[in-house]
Structures are given as C-alpha cells and as structure tokens.
C-alpha cells in the first residue's frame, strides 16, 4: 500500500472533521482496502473518526438537568400541635377553639423565633375572657409558637395547645398532631 494514500484520506477525513463535518468513513475505509491498506491502517483512520464522533457529541445540545430539591424545602418545618382540645385556622391568621364552661379566663401568648437555632421569646401575652375563644395571630416569616391556656377559678390548666413553627408559608399545611400528656 502506498503511504501517500494513507495519508490523503486521513488528510481528507481530518479536513472534513475541522470543517465540522462528519467524514464518510465507510467511502474512506473502502478506499484504503482498494489501496492494499492492512488492519493497522484501517485503526489510525477509525481513531479519526473516532475524534468526529465525540465532537458531535460533545456540540449537541444538553439537556439541563432537573433542579436538585432545594435545601431550604429539605428543612422546611411542619406546624406541630401539642393540645387536649380542638384548634382550627380560619381566614386571616385567626386561631379559633370551643368554649368551655369551667374555663373561666383564657391566656394566649405568642412567642417567636428568630432562627432556627434560637428559642422561641415571648412577644406578647393576652387574656381573654372566657367566651372569647378565636385570636389573630400576627403571623410573620419567621417561626412562632403560640400556647392557649384555659384555667379554672383555682387557677388550674383543664384545656391546653401549643402550636409550634407556624409562619406565613406553612400557615394552611397540615399539622402535625402530637399527644397531649393533660
């Protein structure tokens, strides 16, 4: 075989490829076979085409891959209860409960949480009499905790809920329901 054909066809095959073209391997094979080309030849050309190959490959357009779930989303907290009586959400940031008759004052107090580090701080303290029985919540981005207590004349606790980790983003999630040791 004549090395001057070997080299016109990787020449050509290698011109083709830096013209961003897929050289025609099978016309190229056929003619280094129609020269006398032996086996290592016919490798050399295959590792030409082998690099026309991966340059398609590498200029086709990737898909982007799916966004990884976000950390944030990871950690997220859940809204947990902690009660012996009924809380329910209503419109507006409103904590609603059923009266009960030997409730005579119901306390509120509301704390919050800077960071998820830190621990809930007492913001603020209400006292309602006992047929009030709905309170809104000044629901902001951070976390809250907020406990009802209703006590009896003697000053004992007969109805209690904490809710802890409520804001504004998982106001309508669902609670956790966590049992109540009263």
Same mark, same amino acid.
């Given at each position: 075989?004549?090395q001057?054909?070997?080299?016109?066809?990787?020449?050509?095959?290698?011109? %083709? /490829?830096? @013209?961003?073209? $897929?050289?025609?391997?099978d016309?190229? =094979?056929?003619?280094?076979?129609?020269?006398?080309?032996?086996?290592?030849?016919?490798?050399?050309?295959?590792?030409?085409?082998? /690099? @026309?190959?991966?340059r398609?490959?590498?200029?086709?357009?990737?898909?982007?891959? *799916?966004? *990884?779930p976000?950390l944030?989303? *990871?950690?997220?907290?859940?809204?947990?209860? +902690?009660? +012996? $009586?009924?809380?329910?959400?209503?419109?507006?940031?409103?904590l609603r409960?059923?009266?009960?008759?030997?409730v005579? %004052?119901?306390?509120?107090?509301?704390?919050?949480?800077?960071?998820?580090?830190?621990?809930?701080?007492? =913001?603020?303290?209400?006292?309602?009499?006992?047929?009030?029985?709905?309170? *809104?919540?000044?629901?902001?981005a951070?976390?809250? =905790?907020?406990?009802?207590?209703?006590?009896? =004349?003697? %000053?004992?606790?007969?109805?209690?809920?904490?809710i802890?980790?409520?804001?504004?983003?998982n106001? +309508?999630?669902?609670?956790?329901?966590? @049992?109540? @040791?009263?």
């Amino acid at each position: 075989m004549a090395q001057r054909e070997l080299e016109a066809v990787l020449e050509e095959a290698r011109a %083709g /490829i830096a @013209a961003g073209r $897929m050289p025609d391997g099978d016309r190229l =094979r056929a003619r280094l076979r129609a020269s006398g080309a032996g086996e290592a030849e016919l490798k050399q050309l295959e590792r030409v085409l082998t /690099i @026309a190959r991966a340059r398609t490959r590498l200029a086709r357009e990737v898909a982007p891959a *799916a966004p *990884a779930p976000s950390l944030r989303s *990871a950690l997220k907290t859940k809204p947990t209860i +902690n009660a +012996n $009586m009924d809380v329910r959400r209503e419109a507006g940031f409103v904590l609603r409960w059923e009266t009960v008759p030997s409730v005579v %004052g119901w306390e509120v107090r509301i704390s919050e949480r800077p960071d998820a580090r830190s621990d809930y701080v007492v =913001r603020e303290t209400r006292e309602l009499p006992p047929g009030e029985t709905q309170v *809104a919540v000044p629901v902001s981005a951070t976390p809250m =905790r907020v406990h009802i207590l209703g006590r009896t =004349r003697d %000053g004992r606790l007969v109805r209690r809920a904490v809710i802890s980790a409520l804001d504004e983003a998982n106001w +309508n999630d669902r609670w956790q329901q966590r @049992a109540s @040791a009263s």
